[in-house]
């Protein structure tokens, strides 16, 4: 591995500064119902990797510790995770913001196992909070 610090201190590149944590941006998996060549995460109906719902469980522990104001949800399609709805709702009921990217090619496909389906925006491929879509048993 090569020595990259003493190339960062000889540098008179202005310093970066951390501020708060806004955003927080969670992966639920590469599962998709597209295999489309652009996909940054080769995600696709064969890939098995989800986030499971105890991992889901860190995320809201973590949410309600942080102080973080918005839930970036993606994947693959990540409202094909079995925990995408409860993951929602729970961040609905804290009160935070929440984007989701997803392709938008069947806005109804959700885990069946989801009791309740969220709602959200689509704007192409991204929804959010404020979006009359049916997912997550909210009617448009």
Known sequence: MHATL?????TDFPPIRRRVVE??????????????VH???NAGP????????????DVIA???ASGVTTLDITGGAPELNPSFCFLVERARQLGMSRT????ASDPIEVPPKS?????GTVAGP???????MPLCGHPR
């Open 6 to 10: 003493p190339l960062l201190k000889a």
């Open 23 to 36: 955003t927080l941006q969670v992966n639920l998996g590469y599962k998709c119902n597209q295999s489309c």
């Open 39 to 41: 996909c940054h995460v």
């Open 46 to 57: 064969t890939r098995t990797e989800m986030m499971d719902g105890e991992t889901v469980q």
């Open 62 to 64: 973590f949410l309600k």
């Open 100 to 103: 989701t990217f997803r392709n």
């Open 115 to 119: 009791p309740r389906r969220p709602r």
């Open 126 to 132: 991204i929804f959010d909070e404020a979006d009359p």
